[in-house]
C-alpha cells in the first residue's frame, strides 16, 4: 500500500475533519428532511407520497452539493423514508399503488436516512398526529424512548461497553410499564456501511447475540431504540409489505429468471451498497424478481414488523459522533409535549445516568464552545415532567 493509500486509509474517520463536515451535512440535510415529513403528516394524507417527499428532499439537497469535486462523489439517500404506524412497528414505505393513509391521533414512526461521500446519518422521529400534550399511554410509550435514548446518549461514549447500553434502556422502558422492542440493533457507522460489525442489542436473549464491544473515540453509531406498550415481540404479517432491501455484496448467485436478472442489474447499477425502495424499481417486473434475489441472499430485506392491534410503538433514532472532546448527537427533532402516567423522579439510577455529561471536560481554562441549537457544552439532566424538545 502506498503512504497516500495509507494516509486515505487512516483519515476515514472522525480524525479527518473533511470526514466530520461530511457526517454533519448529511445529517442537516436529514434533519431539515425529518422536519419537511413532519409538517406533511395530517389526517388522510397519503402514506407513500410523504415517502416520496421526503426521499425527494434529500436527493435534491444533496444533488447541490460537491457538484465541482474533482471526482464523482457518490450521495443521496442512505434509508428510504418510512412511515409505520400505531403497532406497525417499522419499515413501512409503500408501493405507489397503496392507498394507506394517516388518521386523527396516529402515532407515526418516520425513518430516513441521508449520506454524503457513503458518510450517513440516520434519524427516526416519533409524532402524534393531534393538537396539544400527548397523553395516556401515548406519552408513556413515547416517553420511555426518548428517555431510553437520552441514556444511551449518555452510556455511548469511549471505555464504555455495549451490554452497558442494552441492560439501561430496558430499565428505563420498565419504569414507563413499556417493552424495549427486541430485534433492534443499533449499529456503527461507516463509510458506506449502515450496519456495522460493532452492534448494541436492544434486548438481550438466546435467539439474538451480538459480540462484546467497547466504544473508542472517533467512531460513528445509530443509536436506535423502539418502545412498545405490548410485548415488545413483533411479527412479520405479511412479506407482501416489505419493500426496503440492500443488496447484500458478499453473495453470489446465478439467478435462472429472466426477470430476476433484469431487476438485479438494475439494483447493481442504481443501488449497490445503500438500502433502497421497490418503488425506486420498474414495479411491473420488481415483484417477481425481488423474490428469487431474497430467497438466494442476494438481498437482505428489511421486513415490515407489527405488535398487537392496539399496541403503541414509539421509535427515536440517532447518529452520534464521538468526538474527542465528547459525544455530539447531530441528528433529532425536538418532541412534542408529554404527559406521560408514570414517572422516573424516584428511579435513583435512571436519575445518575441522565445527570451524566456528553462532552468530555478538559484540564485546564478557557471558555466553554456554546454548542450549536439542539445541543449543549454540557448537556444538562433532562427534565422529566414535559419531556418537550428535548435533544
Known amino acids: 500500500m502506498s503512504d497516500d ?3 486515505e486509509e487512516k483519515e476515514l474517520d472522525l480524525s479527518s475533519n473533511e470526514v466530520v463536515t461530511k457526517y454533519k451535512s448529511a ?33 435534491e439537497q444533496t444533488g447541490n452539493m460537491y457538484k465541482n469535486a474533482k471526482k464523482k462523489i457518490e450521495k443521496g439517500v442512505a434509508f428510504p423514508t418510512c412511515l409505520s404506524v400505531n403497532n406497525t ?4 414505505s409503500p408501493l405507489a399503488t397503496d392507498e394507506s393513509v394517516l388518521e386523527e391521533n396516529d402515532i407515526v414512526k ?5 449520506h454524503i461521500d457513503g458518510f450517513i446519518a440516520v434519524v427516526a422521529h416519533t409524532h402524534a398526529i393531534q393538537s396539544g400534550p400527548v397523553t395516556g399511554r ?11 435514548a437520552e441514556v444511551a446518549l449518555r452510556l455511548v461514549r469511549p471505555g464504555k461497553n455495549n451490554k452497558d447500553v442494552t441492560e439501561a434502556i430496558q430499565k428505563v422502558a420498565a419504569a414507563y410499564d413499556c417493552k424495549i422492542v427486541e430485534g433492534v440493533l443499533s449499529h456503527q457507522l461507516k463509510q458506506f456501511v449502515i450496519d456495522g460489525n460493532k452492534a448494541i442489542l436492544s434486548v438481550s436473549n438466546p435467539e439474538t447475540r451480538v459480540d462484546d464491544a467497547e466504544f473508542e473515540e472517533n467512531e460513528v453509531y445509530s443509536i436506535d431504540i423502539v418502545t412498545s406498550t405490548g410485548e415488545g415481540k413483533p411479527k412479520l404479517l405479511d412479506e407482501k409489505q416489505t419493500t426496503i432491501y440492500k443488496r447484500a455484496v458478499d453473495k453470489n448467485y446465478h439467478l435462472k429468471m429472466k426477470a430476476s436478472r433484469f431487476i438485479f442489474s438494475e439494483i447493481s447499477q442504481k443501488f449497490p451498497i445503500m438500502p433502497f425502495t421497490a418503488r ?8 417477481l424478481g425481488l423474490v428469487e434475489c431474497v430467497n438466494h441472499e442476494l438481498l437482505q430485506p428489511y421486513p415490515v414488523l407489527h405488535e398487537k392491534p392496539g399496541d403503541l410503538v414509539a421509535h427515536i433514532k440517532f447518529t452520534v459522533l464521538l468526538m474527542p472532546n465528547g459525544s455530539d448527537r447531530i441528528t433529532s427533532h425536538p418532541l412534542q409535549q408529554l404527559q406521560p402516567t408514570k414517572s422516573i423522579d424516584d428511579n435513583a439510577e435512571i436519575k445518575a445516568w441522565l445527570a451524566l455529561g456528553t462532552k468530555t471536560k478538559k484540564k485546564g481554562g478557557g471558555k466553554k464552545k456554546k454548542g450549536k441549537k439542539g445541543e449543549s457544552a454540557e448537556t444538562e439532566p433532562m427534565d422529566e415532567t414535559s419531556n418537550d424538545a428535548t435533544a
Open 110 to 114: 418516520i425513518d430516513m436516512g441521508c
Open 89 to 92: 412497528v417499522c419499515h413501512f
Open 280 to 287: 425506486a424499481l420498474e414495479e411491473k417486473r420488481a415483484r
Open 27 to 59: 445529517a442537516e440535510i436529514v434533519n431539515k428532511a425529518l422536519q419537511l415529513v413532519i409538517s406533511e403528516c395530517k389526517p388522510k394524507a397519503k402514506i407513500v407520497d410523504i415517502c416520496e417527499k421526503g426521499d425527494n428532499f434529500i436527493r
Open 138 to 148: 401515548a406519552a408513556d410509550v413515547l416517553a420511555a424512548a426518548n428517555t431510553a
Open 5 to 7: 493509500e495509507l494516509k
